[in-house]
């Protein structure tokens, strides 16, 4: 998504620069409005003047929003002053930019700023699901909820992704070690066999020949292997972080129906328990819907869900495109219609997401399962070749050896 700099006055009057990420220069100025600001001059960002994040302190995850956003509510329900909370906060935190955020929110909160509207003026630390929890919870005068309710979202999205970075644990350093096991065979163990090789004055199978040319080209031109795959590393990173890449990347992964089943229960989970924590703070339904929108990683649900804004602002349930578009399970528009039409939609909502993250656990399992044989099956072809590149001139001169 394309990143824009901006120049916008804030409530207090004061004039205040950034970047802001959107589809466009429209929306990137809408965007600035919701968050309070009055844009005065917004500019696609590009390599000459793009706003540079010197930063270089690690985002806050979704564990230390957590944290942050539960410690929040029980000191507000304590009865300790927002300013006096934000500072405790603040000194405790581990993160810096969290800490950073954190000083300057007091210090706009000491100027007569809301809590929501100074925590808007940090898109990067805070979420837009948190300032907009923040802003419901105020108009609501029950603040310690929303934040518990972020809290909450906060927690199930970082323990999803616990469970996922576990799954890919595994696959991960097997390959790791595969490629050692190869760079070793290749570059120590095949070259101390060449002399022995050259000895038996016989034609070498094809596939010690061809193990040999690896040997001799990694070993004369390791350098520029490591370039060319760094390039072809970053260069990747770099297109899929594109609209056209991010395409590209969404249908490729649905082509694999066991990756595709993860990973609409995964967009599921996360759909509906957001969905849930922004109704019942009392966030309009629209609003609530663009945030999930923007919440979702894979860029075909996101246009669902964009599409279905569009239908909302006419008069249509968000069941009805959810239905048409034949991506999410029945279960998901069957329950959500229930809801709709009872009253219980944040109920209905939270339930579906108690339900769909059971299932993500399920499919990250049984996605595990099916990932192990096929590594086994790979490691096997890979150490079968280089073993069978050593082995057979040996037989070779064993049966030279039989006929004398």
Same mark, same amino acid.
């Given at each position: 998504?394309?990143?824009?700099?901006?120049?916008?006055?804030?409530?207090?009057?004061?004039?205040?620069?950034?970047?802001?990420?959107?589809?466009?220069?429209?929306?990137?100025?809408?965007?600035?409005?919701?968050?309070?600001?009055?844009?005065?001059?917004?500019?696609?960002?590009?390599?000459?003047?793009?706003?540079?994040?010197?930063?270089?302190?690690?985002?806050?995850?979704?564990?230390?929003?957590?944290?942050?956003?539960?410690?929040?509510?029980?000191?507000?329900?304590?009865?300790?002053?927002?300013?006096?909370?934000?500072?405790?906060?603040?000194?405790?935190?581990?993160?810096?930019?969290?800490?950073?955020?954190?000083?300057?929110?007091?210090?706009?909160?000491?100027?007569?700023?809301?809590?929501?509207?100074?925590?808007?003026?940090?898109?990067?630390?805070?979420?837009?699901?948190?300032?907009?929890?923040?802003?419901?919870?105020?108009?609501?005068?029950?603040?310690?909820?929303?934040?518990?309710?972020?809290?909450?979202?906060?927690?199930?999205?970082?323990?999803?992704?616990?469970?996922?970075?576990?799954?890919?644990?595994?696959?991960?350093?097997?390959?790791? $070690?595969? &490629?050692?096991?190869?760079?070793?065979? #290749? *570059?120590? =163990?095949?070259? /101390?066999?060449?002399?022995?090789?050259? +000895? @038996?004055?016989?034609?070498?199978?094809?596939?010690?020949?061809?193990?040999?040319?690896?040997?001799?080209?990694?070993?004369?031109?390791?350098?520029?292997?490591?370039?060319?795959?760094?390039?072809?590393?970053?260069?990747?990173?770099?297109?899929?972080?594109?609209?056209?890449?991010?395409?590209?990347?969404?249908?490729?992964?649905?082509?694999?129906?066991?990756?595709?089943?993860?990973?609409?229960?995964?967009?599921?989970?996360?759909?509906?328990?957001?969905?849930?924590?922004?109704?019942?703070?009392?966030?309009?339904?629209?609003?609530?819907?663009?945030?999930?929108?923007?919440?979702?990683?894979?860029?075909?649900?996101?246009? $669902?869900? &964009?599409?279905?804004?569009?239908?909302? #602002? *006419?008069? =249509?349930?968000? /069941?009805?495109?959810?239905?048409?578009? +034949? @991506?999410?399970?029945?279960?998901?528009?069957?329950?959500?219609?229930?809801?709709?039409?009872?009253?219980?939609?944040?109920?209905?909502?939270?339930?579906?997401?108690?339900?769909?993250?059971?299932?993500?656990?399920?499919?990250?399992?049984?996605?595990?399962?099916?990932?192990?044989?096929?590594?086994?099956?790979?490691?096997?072809?890979?150490?079968?070749?280089?073993?069978?590149?050593?082995?057979?001139?040996?037989?070779?001169?064993?049966?030279?050896?039989?006929?004398?």
């Amino acid at each position: 998504m394309p990143n824009f700099n901006y120049v916008a006055v804030n409530g207090r009057g004061d004039e205040v620069k950034g970047s802001i990420e959107a589809e466009s220069i429209e929306r990137a100025s809408s965007e600035l409005k919701k968050k309070g600001f009055t844009p005065i001059d917004v500019t696609e960002a590009n390599f000459l003047n793009q706003d540079l994040n010197l930063n270089f302190s690690r985002k806050p995850s979704t564990r230390d929003l957590s944290i942050f956003c539960r410690q929040f509510a029980s000191m507000v329900r304590a009865g300790v002053p927002i300013m006096d909370t934000i500072r405790m906060l603040a000194d405790q935190t581990e993160n810096k930019r969290l800490k950073e955020a954190s000083n300057q929110v007091r210090a706009d909160l000491e100027k007569g700023e809301s809590l929501s509207s100074a925590m808007a003026m940090h898109p990067k630390v805070y979420p837009d699901i948190m300032i907009n929890m923040v802003t419901a919870g105020e108009a609501s005068g029950n603040l310690e909820m929303a934040m518990e309710r972020v809290a909450e979202q906060f927690e199930k999205s970082s323990y999803i992704a616990g469970l996922v970075k576990k799954a890919m644990v595994y696959p991960i350093m097997v390959l790791v $070690i595969a &490629i050692v096991v190869v760079i070793v065979m #290749l *570059v120590v =163990v095949i070259p /101390s066999y060449m002399v022995m090789f050259e +000895d @038996l004055g016989t034609e070498l199978p094809g596939i010690t020949k061809a193990v040999i040319k690896a040997s001799d080209f990694i070993q004369a031109y390791w350098y520029i292997l490591i370039a060319v795959g760094a390039a072809i590393f970053f260069g990747l990173k770099t297109f899929l972080s594109t609209e056209s890449g991010k395409y590209i990347s969404a249908n490729l992964q649905f082509r694999f129906p066991a990756l595709k089943d993860f990973l609409i229960k995964l967009e599921t989970a996360r759909m509906a328990r957001t969905l849930s924590s922004l109704i019942a703070a009392g966030v309009p339904l629209v609003e609530s819907v663009d945030i999930v929108a923007k919440s979702m990683s894979n860029v075909l649900i996101r246009d $669902i869900m &964009i599409d279905a804004k569009e239908q909302i #602002l *006419v008069g =249509v349930p968000l /069941s009805t495109p959810l239905e048409e578009s +034949d @991506l999410f399970p029945p279960m998901v528009h069957n329950m959500l219609r229930i809801g709709e039409e009872s009253g219980t939609s944040e109920e209905m909502m939270r339930k579906l997401a108690d339900y769909y993250d059971e299932e993500v656990e399920a499919a990250i399992g049984a996605l595990l399962a099916a990932m192990e044989p096929m590594i086994i099956v790979v490691l096997a072809v890979i150490v079968g070749v280089l073993v069978a590149a050593v082995m057979a001139p040996m037989l070779t001169m064993y049966e030279a050896l039989e006929t004398l």
